[in-house]
């Protein structure tokens, strides 16, 4: 960092059921309903992207989920944009991150297995075409 470098953030939230409905209090996607409290998601995503946006100098953050059902009646998907699209899954700073994901709990139901290889192959495409400047 301190000869310039750049970082790049991606964030991926898992989905899976044996993370709990978002209105079950010991869910790890659990939103208080008085706002008092952040979730494990929120609180992880705020403490790690407020260090990090510092060095990402567009503030675009690629943004997914995985082994949660986009679509109801089709199997569980392992690696889709949480702001629905598939063409620019970024969303801008680490507020972004958590209005897609508050959004998302919204309309994508909880599934499973945990499956990471499509994240990571996702996140080597990523760092793969990003330019060293």
């Given amino acids: 960092m301190k000869g310039g470098a750049e970082v790049s953030f991606m964030v991926a939230i898992d989905f899976t059921a044996s993370n709990l ?27 790690v992207g407020s260090v990090l946006e510092f060095y990402d100098h567009d503030k675009q953050f ?11 009646h089709e199997p ?31 309309r994508v139901a909880l ?7 499509q994240i990571i192959q996702q996140a080597s495409a990523i760092a793969a075409s990003t330019p060293f400047t």
Wanted: hydrophobic share 30%; net charge negative; charged share 10%.
């Fill in 62 to 72: 690629p943004l997914y989920g995985f082994g949660g059902k986009v679509r109801p």
């Fill in 76 to 106: 569980a998907d392992h690696c889709f944009p949480l702001n629905g699209n598939e063409g620019n899954p970024e969303v801008t700073g680490v507020h972004g991150v958590l209005m897609s994901y508050y959004e998302s709990l919204k």
């Fill in 21 to 47: 409905d978002a209105n079950i209090p010991s869910s790890l996607h659990y939103i208080d309903p008085s706002g008092a409290n952040l979730n494990q998601y929120a609180t992880a995503i705020t403490s």
């Fill in 111 to 117: 599934s499973g297995p945990t499956l990471f290889g």
